[in-house]
């Protein structure tokens, strides 16, 4: 077993010369700074210089911005050079520090106002050290860096943390859960596909509906297909189904039943809406599509189906103009009906 | 023969469900009559494990309960199935569930002052969406914080019984450690051959007892 400590005795000489190197200040020189010369990194003599205290810009442009704040920063400053965390040597990492600040401003780098509060910080530490301090109190007046040491040592221990955190066996990158389905016991949910003629037929039952109402009271509001869109999601989000017929407020008429139609067609055309039939010849559901955009029944012709439902009263193909395009003579037909009704 | 057809039963439940069972879970699956006590399942259980041993598959409790899952050693391989890569999480979003998951409950404000940088909403909607963390609470000051805290599917997820399964977090070290450095000066004056007078910093040097020839 060697002692690492007696071979510190023969070194101060070689390291006094270290200590004046052009790249190193000469903080020892000053007897009750805190900070201890070159020659000892945490207990053991330091042999050579370090000769990595200066990072070529180009490579600095490179991970600069992948420090996650001003104690990143600092700790790797500290880090790169095996400085001991407790035994920071001040005036040099402060340095070096604002040698990033300053090419961080160069690079225009969004600087955050946290590194200048933390460059501010690093002067007045250094500041307070440079005030002579009592030998009495050199033992229990705090270090003026222990505050920036806690801080960097509660940072440096949650880096770790997820560090250690992002090493953890993680399901669908290391590990799956193993399963064997067995389709014996699942009910076969197989659903059929709804044709347009269905949803014809269905929307052709809400129509005759409709005109069992016609003489209730026909709100004279324009009514925007956008909008019945929103309420239909708005009605689908809750419990994620609903019945195709429920969707249609028969005392809206004629007019109010296509909206809602051509509603439901542009939401499906836009894949928002899922149309399912839980049998064959089932009620329609409409239910929120949760896959990505995508066609949810092929084939379907939304701007067709929706002028030939419409019945040569939509010339327009497009949905959102609708309401203007849907003539005013059928929103008249309803009111005269209601006219007559009331009269 | 009773207890093999549990230990069958519960793997088949396993296997069939894809999901973590917990052990209220697995007892439902019996007939009332014929229902195993928790101990007998956490004997199944135990048999499950054992079985599994130096297999591609292995038993793991997790919070919402027991899984079977595909070894990690094998991940490497196995991701090779999908084309795409695992997604990766930057360091900032991890340092934020790291400081949630040790921390909890937590504000943000708590977070922005370990890490010295002001938390990215985003990284929390994505936290959130990935329903890991969630507000648990108010803190009672001015302005009533949310409190973050991690969920089960977070414990799941990274393959975790409760939080005591986390990693655990580096011990901090005290600035008095430092003090014997600084009167090292005084100590090095002394001849060579006698003992050092401090204890030795480096955890793999000598302490105390140090060779005194």
Do not use: C
């Amino acid at each position: 077993m060697t002692r690492p400590h007696l071979s510190i005795v023969p070194k101060p000489a070689e390291d006094a010369t270290a200590g004046e190197g052009p790249s190193l200040p000469i903080e020892g020189n000053l007897p009750l700074q805190a900070e201890m010369p070159f020659a000892v990194v945490q207990g053991e003599p330091l042999t050579q210089l370090p000769r990595d205290l200066y990072i070529p810009p180009q490579a600095l442009e490179v991970f600069l911005e992948a420090f996650e704040g001003p104690l990143d920063l600092l700790l790797y400053l500290i880090r790169r050079q095996n400085l001991d965390i407790l035994d920071i040597p001040l005036a040099d990492i402060t340095r070096q520090y604002m040698d990033y600040i300053g090419m961080m401003n160069e690079l225009q780098l969004e600087l955050a106002g946290e590194y200048l509060v933390m460059a501010a910080t690093l002067a007045e530490i250094k500041s307070r050290m440079l005030l002579p301090r009592s030998a009495e109190a050199t033992t229990d007046e705090a270090d003026p860096r222990a505050e920036l040491v806690r801080r960097l040592q509660e940072y440096e221990r949650y880096k770790q943390a997820a560090e250690s955190i992002d090493h953890l066996p993680r399901l669908e990158r290391d590990t799956w859960v193993a399963s064997a389905p067995s389709d014996v016991y699942r009910p076969v949910s197989s659903l059929p596909k709804v044709s347009l003629q269905e949803m014809i037929v269905a929307f052709r039952e809400v129509v005759a509906r409709a005109q069992m109402f016609a003489h209730h009271h026909v709100q004279r509001e324009r009514l925007s297909v956008r909008a019945r869109m929103t309420d239909i999601l708005a009605t689908v989000e809750g419990d994620g189904f609903a019945e195709f017929t429920r969707l249609f407020r028969a005392e809206e008429g004629r007019m109010g039943v296509t909206v809602t139609f051509m509603a439901i067609l542009e939401l499906v055309r836009e894949g928002l809406l899922d149309l399912v039939q839980t049998e064959v010849y089932g009620p329609l559901h409409v239910r929120r599509a949760n896959r990505p955009p995508v066609r949810a029944v092929p084939d379907l012709p939304a701007e067709g189906a929706a002028a030939a439902v419409a019945a040569g009263s939509v010339e327009d193909d497009t949905i959102a103009p609708l309401p203007d395009g849907l003539d005013d003579d059928d929103l008249d037909d309803d009111l005269d009906h209601e006219d007559e009704g009331i009269a | 023969m009773n207890e093999d057809h549990v230990r069958n039963v519960v793997e088949a439940a396993l296997l069939a469900a894809g999901r973590p069972l917990s052990i209220a879970e697995l007892a439902q699956l019996f007939d009332e009559d014929a229902r195993p006590t928790t101990d007998g399942l956490r004997e199944a259980l135990a048999r499950i494990a054992a079985d599994h041993e130096g297999r591609a598959v292995e038993l793991r409790e997790v919070a919402s309960g027991f899984r079977l899952q595909v070894r990690a050693e094998f991940g490497r391989e196995v991701s090779r199935l999908w084309p795409e890569r695992p997604q990766r999480y930057s360091r900032a979003l991890l340092e934020t569930l790291a400081l949630i998951a040790y921390r909890q409950p937590i504000t943000r404000s708590e977070i922005e002052s370990v890490r010295g940088v002001s938390v990215n909403p985003n990284i929390v909607k994505t936290l959130m969406e990935r329903n890991w963390v969630r507000v648990v609470g108010h803190r009672d000051v001015p302005g009533r914080p949310e409190l973050l805290g991690t969920t089960r599917d977070f414990l799941d997820y990274f393959g975790l019984a409760d939080l005591d399964d986390l990693p655990p977090l580096a011990e901090l070290k005290a600035m008095a450690d430092l003090n014997p450095q600084l009167v090292l000066p005084v100590a090095v004056e002394g001849v060579d051959g006698e003992e050092p007078l401090l204890p030795a910093l480096a955890p793999d040097a000598p302490a105390p007892d140090a060779p005194t020839a």
